[in-house]
């Protein structure tokens, strides 16, 4: 049988790839949004709104602030 601190350090390394895992797609998530916003965002910057830009690239940086 296996002994139980070998066991809690499965366990625990097992959470803590769970743990990644569900930031990993958190992350994707994100990525997915961004990719949705790129056309709207190409659209704007076509019609020459500046500030629009501008709040984009705040909102891509506090988004991968994770």
């Known amino acids: 049988p296996l002994p139980v601190s ?6 625990k390394n097992t959470l803590l790839v769970t ?5 990993r797609m958190e ?12 056309p709207i965002a190409l659209l704007h910057l076509v019609t020459g709104l500046e500030k629009y ?10 988004q991968f602030r994770l």
Request: a neutral charge.
């Open 6 to 11: 070998l066991l809690k350090e499965v366990i």
């Open 19 to 23: 743990l990644q895992l569900s930031q």
């Open 27 to 38: 992350a994707l998530l994100v990525v997915l949004q961004l990719m949705l916003m790129v």
């Open 53 to 62: 830009q501008l709040s984009l690239i705040q909102l891509i940086l506090v």
